[in-house]
């Protein structure tokens, strides 16, 4: 296996460094969790940008625009536009009801009443409002989204089983030594591992023989053994 500490290096030598999204502030980083379903991170800022300028990510001008402006940008984000707009102005309405128009303020709370604030909104649960918390620069875990957390238990941290929420918490566990305190190495890690499961280390298919990391991947090994096992 191959300790975090030497994986992302080698990641990043790999794919150079990464981009972060382009959201600042925790209601910025919720429009963009929002802005897409099941679509390229192009298309999300293409819908996030275009957001900004024709309507502004702030609460007010989102719960103020209407129907004809929001409906055609929530169709370029993809599947059931409806319910996206009912999300962005639900992401609106939580914000000008119970935060006064300021989500920035859950950010000077302990930690375990931030992310309980940002679970409010649509589509953020536990590792989407560390990952939030992540990108405003407040670090307590490394967030994984399904394709880091399939690396890294590929690559030997945890046990991968059919049950995804146990996977997470195997994974987690295992990796908690090696963490790294600083939240910019941290959100390097999620979006290097992010990148890597898009890329080479897909669901189906794995590309191992491609793979910068394949030498120290308890998968890549296990494969070549079976591999290499005589035919009885
Ligand atoms: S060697 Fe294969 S399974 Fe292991 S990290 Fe690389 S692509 Fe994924």
Redesign the pocket.
């Given at each position: 296996m191959y300790a975090l500490d030497k994986l992302i290096p080698r990641l990043e030598q790999h794919y150079g460094a990464p981009e972060p999204p382009p959201a600042r502030g925790p209601f910025e980083l919720i429009l963009w969790e929002n802005a897409c379903y099941l679509l390229s991170d192009e298309r999300r800022k293409e819908v996030f940008d275009s957001l900004r300028r024709l309507v502004g990510l702030n609460a007010a001008s989102i719960a103020n625009a209407s129907e004809e402006v929001l409906l055609p940008l929530a169709t370029r984000g993809g599947m059931r536009p409806e319910t996206r707009v009912f999300r962005w102005r639900e992401i609106a309405r939580i914000t000008l009801g119970q935060f006064d128009g300021n989500l920035d303020a859950v950010l000077s709370r302990p930690l375990s009443q931030g992310r309980r604030a940002l679970k409010l909104f649509p589509n953020i649960g536990d590792p989407g409002a560390d990952k939030i918390l992540l990108f405003c620069g407040i670090a307590s875990t490394l967030p994984l989204e399904s394709n880091g957390l399939?690396?890294l238990a590929?690559?030997g941290y945890g046990r991968q089983q059919k049950d995804y929420g146990k996977t997470y918490r195997s994974v987690q566990a295992d990796l908690s030594p090696d963490l790294p305190a600083s939240p910019v190495v941290l959100q390097k890690s999620f979006l290097l591992l992010r990148a890597?499961g898009q890329t080479?280390?897909k669901e189906t298919a794995?590309?191992?023989h491609?793979?910068?990391?394949?030498k120290h991947?308890?998968?890549?090994s296990k494969?070549a053994a079976s591999f290499l096992a005589p035919v009885r």
């Open positions: 399939r690396v590929r690559i890597h080479l280390c794995p590309r191992c491609e793979c910068p990391v394949a991947c308890d998968y890549a494969r």
